[in-house]
């Protein structure tokens, strides 16, 4: 059992990137809802997300809280936001290609439209608000169709999907040349051998956006707006090696959120002298 094993099965003993006097930035997780089996019950409905999610952002010094795909969050997104410091938007589900104006393609997974829509619209308006976002695989996806660009629905028609989704319950294993932005500060030229599970890709890269990640293939791996303080999209997962190089990523957008909710708790300290309206 490796070190990412243990942790998920005595995710107690993690030890963190920060001190334990420091601030801990809530970290909003986009869960799942679906039918599960545990202990007695089958096809049992539940929220959840993988644990890989929470030891990540855990380890980098957050507070992990899942975020349920409700409608109320359709409707009000400020509702889970306003009290967040940062947003992963979790992988999972083929995106409905509704959403970026496409017929669906024969391997493309049956849609969560409630789903799409509770996340589409956290996406919108985090984003609105500058909080920090790390976005993982359908997550990508979701940040590049938010900006307007569209997906590849089955990669095995133009490249060898193997490295990437090798079989069914398989992760695939690739490097990837990171080539500028924040994924470069944070995890150097290259990533050697990234956790993978996806059948779609990028297609048109989204106005605002910038790939800089790819794979040996050409792939498009990352994406980022450099114009905000954390946003990044990648389509592999840094869930499945949180404490390692998985660590990097949950990192950067844990230090992001922290700088914005250390910002906000000054501005709080100040009170209404800090705005001109004390006596």
């Known amino acids: 059992m490796n070190e990412n094993d243990r942790s998920r099965h005595a995710g107690y003993c993690i030890h963190t990137r920060v001190s334990s006097n420091a601030l801990r930035p809530s970290i909003g997780i986009s869960a799942y809802w679906r039918p599960a089996d545990f202990g007695p019950w089958?096809?049992?409905p539940v929220t959840l997300a993988p644990q890989g999610y929470v030891d990540g952002v855990r380890a980098a010094g957050g507070l992990p809280l899942l975020v349920p795909p409700i409608q109320e969050l359709v409707d009000d997104p400020?509702?889970?936001?306003?009290?967040?410091?940062?947003?992963?938007?979790?992988?999972?589900?083929?995106v409905d290609?509704?959403?970026y104006a496409a017929e669906p393609h024969p391997a493309t997974g049956p849609a969560n439209e409630l789903r799409d829509r509770v996340e589409l619209a956290l996406l919108r308006e985090a984003l609105s608000r500058d909080l920090p976002v790390l976005a993982v695989?359908?997550?990508a996806q979701l940040l590049n169709v938010a900006y307007g660009g569209d997906l590849v629905q089955?990669?095995?028609?133009?490249?060898?999907v193997s490295?990437?989704?090798?079989?069914?319950?398989?992760?695939?294993?690739?490097?990837?040349r990171a080539t500028g932005g924040r994924l470069r500060e944070l995890a150097g030229d290259q990533l050697a051998a990234v956790p993978s599970y996806h059948h779609q890709s990028f297609g048109r890269i989204g106005q605002g956006l910038l790939a800089t990640g790819e794979a040996p293939d050409g792939v498009v791996e990352a994406i980022e707006d450099p114009n905000l303080s954390f946003c990044m999209g990648v389509l592999w997962h840094p869930d499945e090696d949180p404490l390692v190089d998985g660590l990097l990523l949950f990192g950067g957008l844990v230090d992001?959120?922290?700088k914005r909710a250390s910002g906000r708790d000054a501005l709080a300290r100040a009170g209404p002298h800090h705005l001109?309206?004390?006596?």
């Open 42 to 44: 089958r096809d049992y």
């Open 78 to 94: 400020g509702l889970a936001l306003g009290r967040l410091d940062g947003l992963v938007l979790a992988g999972g589900e083929d």
């Open 97 to 99: 290609p509704a959403v």
């Open 137 to 139: 695989c359908r997550g």
């Open 154 to 160: 089955e990669m095995a028609e133009i490249v060898d």
């Open 163 to 176: 490295p990437h989704q090798p079989k069914p319950g398989t992760w695939g294993r690739h490097p990837v």
């Open 256 to 258: 992001a959120a922290r």
């Open 276 to 279: 001109g309206l004390g006596r």
